[in-house]
């Protein structure tokens, strides 16, 4: 099944000028600054959060010009914390290319990656919408909190559950919940409306963060990030979480431990994710990305328009079934 092309069908207009709108927002006409956003704007990428803002809308009224400022303000904002991201962990890939700081150098980074958030807040205040500029500002803090909690995380010698969802929640799940609940308002949504889209983007966002770990456990040049990168960064996530704390091997404790120190090499990652697929870990995470996908199926159910079930439905699965 092509779910890109079922989810975009009701919106396919309405995205286009929103891609159009986003390269304008990323364009400067020379310099530096020219290159490093022209070098961004070849991420292209799904545009996932965007396109769940835009059906959102449609699915409670119309899609409008608040919509799509709104949906570009969030892009651009995630686009920033991005760049930014990969100057905190030093990664040097993106998405299959080279990531900015990785072309150039940490200071260009950070500086685009503040023109553009400086960008995100001008696009969401044409909105003219006190709420949702308020709700994008607030984003943004939460996001900064989410890696701030997940570096702190690091250095916490418990392996818990519990501390992974909250990490995961204000990283990723906290973006999804946003375009939900962006698109709702700028449609006129009432209250209890707007509380089950935001759950709903939860739940996809959730969903989304767990698949994207679990790649970490697969060789795969689709990814576009190094297979085993989070371990290499200190980062225990939900399989090998799972594996850890429902097994009694202390060789592997005593790995994890290198994990968080940032003393483990990659044959000992190896031995890691292989022990990890031996004691469930990764059943284990689908498991609870099956049980994020009913409470996401149940809003579908009962508060999409009938008319666009397909396409959430197939939003949904594309999330949960994605390979890349």
Request: no cysteine; aromatic share 16%.
């Given at each position: 099944m092509d779910y890109l092309s079922t989810i975009r069908k009701p919106i396919e207009g309405e995205m286009n000028n929103f891609v159009e709108l986003f390269n304008q927002c990323l364009s400067e006409e020379d310099g530096l600054l020219g290159t490093v956003l022209s070098h961004i704007r070849q991420r292209g990428g799904k545009r996932m959060r965007p396109i769940l803002i835009l059906l959102t809308a449609l699915n409670y009224g119309k899609i409008s010009d608040v919509t799509q400022n709104s949906a570009l303000g969030l892009e651009l904002l995630h686009t920033a914390s991005l760049v930014h991201d990969d100057v905190v962990d030093e990664s040097s890939e993106r998405r299959g290319q080279a990531s900015v700081n990785a072309s150039y150098n940490n200071k260009v980074a950070v500086l685009v990656g503040d023109y553009i958030l400086s960008t995100a807040l001008l696009r969401v205040a044409l909105s003219n919408n006190h709420r949702i500029v308020q709700l994008l500002a607030d984003l943004g803090r939460i996001l900064a909190a989410g890696e701030i909690l997940q570096l702190s995380n690091i250095s916490n010698q418990e392996i818990s559950e519990d501390v992974y969802y909250q990490v995961i929640n204000k990283k990723t799940a906290v973006l999804f919940e946003a375009c939900s609940e962006l698109g709702a308002i700028s449609a006129g949504a009432s209250e209890a409306e707007i509380a089950k889209a935001r759950k709903f983007g939860h739940n996809i966002g959730m969903?989304?963060?767990?698949?994207?770990?679990i790649f970490d456990y697969y060789d795969s040049k689709e990814i576009g990030k190094p297979t085993g990168n989070d371990m290499t960064e200190g980062k225990l996530t939900l399989p090998v979480i799972y594996a850890?704390?429902?097994s009694n091997y202390e060789s592997m404790q005593t790995l994890a431990k290198k994990v968080k120190a940032g003393t483990i090499n990659s044959d000992e990652i190896a031995v890691l994710v292989e022990f990890t697929k031996q004691h469930g870990g990764i059943e284990y995470a689908e498991q609870k990305m099956e049980e994020f996908a009913q409470e996401a199926q149940k809003y579908i159910d009962e508060s999409v328009k009938p008319e666009l079930k397909e396409a959430f439905t197939a939003?949904?699965?594309?999330?949960?079934?994605?390979n890349k």
């Open positions: 969903i989304f963060q767990i698949r994207d770990d850890l704390n429902n939003y949904l699965e594309y999330v949960i079934q994605r």
